[in-house]
């Protein structure tokens, strides 16, 4: 049995900050979102992957990334917001997305462990290897026909 936790929840949300002019900022924990936010978020990142490789799509776009901006960012005051660049905006959205990939990366890799620890350490077909031969029985032969006999 593994002697650390494989996965480390906390209740208390710490949210990760970003400066706008010197001044920080709270931007959303991955932690903190409901199945459906992350669901919308994971939906919006395509949408915006999607608009931005379409021609006649800016206004789209724009109104997207900062809707997006808008969410991730907590309690930035409407001047504040109303400052920043488009492409700041989107800095932000890719901040978070980053957040929200090392989080779920961070499950698969708790998961992975588990899994590891679950499997047997090495495959046996409870065969041994014969007395007479120092070759893994999985070997593949030298020589001759790699077609399974016929039985």
Do not use: C
Request: aromatic letters at 4%; hydrophobic letters at 40%.
């Amino acid at each position: 049995m593994a002697k650390d936790p494989i996965l480390d929840l906390n209740t208390l949300i710490e949210r990760p900050k970003i400066a706008i002019d010197g001044t920080p900022y709270e931007i959303l924990s991955p932690e903190e979102l409901s199945i459906l936010d992350s669901q919308a978020f994971t939906f919006w990142g395509g949408e915006i992957e999607q608009l931005a490789n379409e021609k006649g799509k800016e206004e789209e776009l724009k109104s997207l990334i900062d809707t997006v901006a808008r969410k991730v960012l907590v309690g930035v005051p409407a001047d504040v917001f109303a400052k920043l660049s488009g492409a700041q905006k989107n800095r932000v959205i890719e901040v978070f997305t980053m957040l929200l990939l090392r989080d779920k990366i961070g499950a698969v890799g708790a998961v992975a462990q588990v899994m590891k620890g679950l499997a047997p350490a090495s495959p046996s077909t409870g065969e041994k290897n014969s007395p007479a031969s120092s070759a893994s029985s999985v070997e593949t032969p030298a020589g001759g026909s790699r077609k399974r006999p016929r039985r």
